[in-house]
């Protein structure tokens, strides 16, 4: 059972446009944490968010955590080549749970 | 300082033979992580380690697969009588206490 949806699976655009990624599921989480993977490395922590409705800015990304807790979102605003990667969304259930429940990941290309 | 470290990088083996996979967490990590990223797929968790608590083994997929944590640093994944199926990237990550996890760069297998 996939309890954690991303779409879309992958992703190719311009430099320059906006896209959005989203992390759905049927399940309450604790937090959810957003990583980007570069081939041929590991998932490097972009950033986490615990309370529902929350939203966090890192530079260029906007992340925002669902009113209920069991979904949210990636946007990025005028995409760079250097935003290249797959993007990957974690859930925890319960606080200082160790146990992460991975999206499937949505690969991102942007073209030059 | 030092990230996670992880060795082979790639093991190509044949079906039938064992490997096994090591990783070097973080220095003063307390708690260290496997987990199976496969074609596609997400990362799959396989087993934690934290201090000297007796390690996590639920996400393991078979009784072919083992870990062990010596003097609560290095690991090593030990998979035996390996099959096809079990080609994927293993990847190993380390984090003190519950906190944000580290992750190694991973060993790519292929099982032929």
């Known amino acids: 059972t996939q309890l954690l949806e991303q779409s879309p699976q992958f992703l190719s655009i311009q430099e320059g446009e906006n896209l959005t990624v989203y992390c759905n599921s049927s399940?309450?989480?604790?937090?959810l944490q957003w990583y980007r993977q570069e081939p041929g490395e590991g998932p490097v922590l972009l950033v986490t968010?615990?309370?529902?409705?929350e939203v966090k800015k890192l530079k260029r990304l906007t992340f925002q955590f669902g009113d209920a807790r069991k979904d949210s979102s990636l946007h990025i605003t005028a995409a760079q080549p250097g935003d290249t990667g797959l993007y990957l969304c974690a859930g925890s259930h319960g606080a200082g749970s160790y146990q992460l429940t991975f999206g499937k990941g949505t690969k991102l290309s942007v073209i030059p | 300082g030092a990230g996670v470290s992880q060795s082979p990088s790639n093991k190509v083996t044949e079906k039938g033979k064992d490997v096994e996979l090591r990783c070097d967490p973080i220095?003063?990590?307390?708690?260290l992580y496997w987990y199976r990223q496969s074609l596609g797929q997400g990362l799959e968790f396989l087993i934690y380690f934290q201090g000297n608590s007796a390690p996590d083994k639920s996400g393991l997929p078979s009784d072919r697969f083992s870990a062990e944590r010596t003097g609560g640093s290095v690991s090593t994944l030990t998979i035996q009588r390996t099959q096809q199926e079990d080609s994927a990237v293993y990847l190993c990550a380390s984090s003190y206490g519950q906190g944000r996890q580290y992750f190694g760069p991973g060993t790519r297998l292929t099982v032929l």
């Open positions: 399940s309450v989480f604790s937090s």
């Open positions: 220095s003063g990590h307390t708690a």
């Open positions: 968010v615990v309370t529902g409705g």
